[in-house]
C-alpha cells in the first residue's frame, strides 16, 4: 500500500499549482510521479469522530507534469493512510495547536506521521534552540522590557523574535540607543506580556544564513545560502537574486548530526536549520523549507530526486510492512 496524506496550509490548497518554491508541492509531485496515492487536507479539515482521528480530504493527482486535486471532498480515517505529512506553516497559534491534539487519536504505530505533531506542538522553533547551548548565540527568553533592554546594553547589538511566527515575521534588530528601542520592545512583548527571544547579533549575518538540511539522523551535503534583503538585516524575499550556493564545513556538520541524532528521538524527522557562522540561530520543524528550485539552481543537481529516495528509504525502514 502506498497511501500519503499531506496535511498542508490553507493558503496552499487555495493555490494549488506546482510552485517551485514551496517544499510541499515538490513532496507531492514526487509521490504521485513514483505512482503514490496522495491526498491533501488542511488543519481545519482534521476531527475526531467515534473517538476516531478522521480527516475531510481531496485526491491529488497529476496531469500535464502540474498537480491538481479532485474537488470532490471524503472523509477518511488518518490510521488508514500509511504516512501522514503534518506540514501547515506557523503561527503556533490555538487552531495549530487543536490540530496537533488531533494526532493524539492516531495509533503512531499503524501510520507514520511526519514530523510528530505532539513533538512539533512541545518544541518551539526559537526558544528550543536552547537544547543545544554549545551551538547557539548568546541569547535569552523573556518577556521583561528591563531585561531585554539590559541584554542589548551588554551586547550591542540584538534580534529580537516572535516565538510562535515564521518567515521572519515580527523579527527586528536593536542597536543600544537606538530611538526606536523602546517601541519596537513594547509592541513585540505586548508592553511586557509575552515571551520573546533576543539574541546576539552576529556580525556575519550581513553575508546571509546557511539553510541546513535533516531528515531523519541524516544531514544532507547540499544547502543553500539565504541573503538578506534589500535594506533588511535578513531574508525577506524569496526569489533567485537572494540565494547563493554554499557548502556544509566539517564543524556544521558535525553539529547538525548532533542536532538531527535529538530531533530524530523525539519524532521531528524533517528539519532546517538557519546556520550563521557556525551558530545556530532557528531549527524549523513546523514546515522546513528545502529550498529544492534554489538548491538546483546553484548546484546544477535534481536535489528532489536525491531527497526523495532518501525519503522513501527512512519511510520503508519506519513502516517495513506497508511501504515498498
Known amino acids: 500500500m502506498k497511501n500519503i496524506l499531506f496535511v498542508i496550509d490553507e493558503i496552499e490548497l487555495k493555490y494549488f499549482e506546482f510552485n517551485r518554491l514551496v517544499t510541499n508541492f515538490w513532496l507531492i509531485k514526487e509521490f504521485l510521479d513514483r505512482n503514490f496515492d496522495v491526498s491533501i487536507t488542511t488543519k481545519s479539515r482534521l476531527l475526531i469522530e467515534n473517538v476516531c482521528a478522521k480527516t475531510l480530504c481531496f485526491e491529488a493527482f497529476v496531469k500535464n507534469n502540474d498537480i491538481f486535486f479532485k474537488k470532490e471532498e471524503r472523509k477518511k480515517i488518518i490510521n488508514d493512510f500509511d504516512v501522514v505529512f503534518f506540514r501547515p506553516d506557523p503561527p503556533v497559534d490555538i487552531d495549530y495547536i487543536?490540530?496537533?491534539?488531533?494526532?493524539?487519536?492516531?495509533?503512531?504505530?499503524?501510520?507514520?506521521?511526519?514530523?510528530?505533531?505532539?513533538?512539533?506542538?512541545n518544541f518551539n522553533e526559537k526558544l528550543h534552540l536552547n537544547y543545544f547551548p554549545e551551538f547557539a548565540p548568546k541569547n535569552i527568553v523573556t518577556s521583561s522590557i528591563d531585561e531585554i533592554r539590559n541584554f542589548v546594553r551588554e551586547n550591542e547589538e540584538a534580534i529580537i523574535k516572535p516565538l510562535n511566527r515564521c518567515?521572519?515575521?515580527?523579527?527586528?534588530?536593536?542597536?543600544?540607543?537606538?530611538?526606536?528601542?523602546?517601541?519596537?520592545?513594547?509592541?513585540?512583548?505586548?508592553?511586557?506580556?509575552?515571551?520573546?527571544m533576543v539574541q546576539k547579533y552576529l556580525d556575519k549575518a550581513a553575508a546571509g544564513d546557511?539553510?541546513?538540511?535533516?531528515?531523519?539522523g541524516h544531514v544532507f551535503d547540499e544547502c543553500i545560502t539565504k541573503l538578506p534583503g534589500k535594506n533588511d538585516f535578513k531574508?525577506?524575499?524569496?526569489?533567485?537574486?537572494?540565494?547563493?550556493p554554499a557548502e556544509l564545513s566539517p564543524e556544521e556538520k558535525s553539529e547538525a548530526l548532533v542536532?538531527?541524532?535529538?530531533?530524530?528521538?523525539?519524532?521531528?524527522?524533517?528539519?532546517?536549520?538557519?546556520?550563521?557562522?557556525?551558530?545556530?540561530?532557528?531549527?524549523?520543524?513546523?514546515?522546513?523549507?528545502?529550498?529544492?528550485?534554489?538548491?538546483?539552481?546553484?548546484?546544477n543537481i535534481c536535489f528532489q530526486d536525491i531527497l526523495m529516495d532518501k525519503l522513501l528509504s527512512f519511510i520503508s525502514y519506519k513502516t517495513p510492512v506497508k511501504i515498498c
Open 98 to 121: 487543536n490540530a496537533c491534539y488531533v494526532f493524539d487519536f492516531v495509533d503512531k504505530e499503524k501510520t507514520l506521521v511526519i514530523n510528530d505533531p505532539s513533538s512539533v506542538k
Open 167 to 196: 518567515f521572519g515575521s515580527g523579527v527586528f534588530y536593536l542597536k543600544n540607543g537606538d530611538k526606536n528601542e523602546n517601541s519596537i520592545i513594547s509592541n513585540i512583548t505586548d508592553n511586557g506580556k509575552t515571551l520573546v
Open 210 to 216: 546557511k539553510r541546513v538540511l535533516i531528515l531523519g
Open 235 to 244: 531574508f525577506n524575499t524569496h526569489s533567485a537574486e537572494f540565494f547563493r
Open 259 to 299: 542536532i538531527a541524532s535529538r530531533l530524530n528521538k523525539m519524532g521531528l524527522y524533517m528539519a532546517g536549520l538557519d546556520v550563521i557562522d557556525g551558530y545556530v540561530i532557528e531549527i524549523n520543524v513546523t514546515s522546513p523549507c528545502y529550498f529544492i528550485e534554489e538548491i538546483n539552481t546553484c548546484n
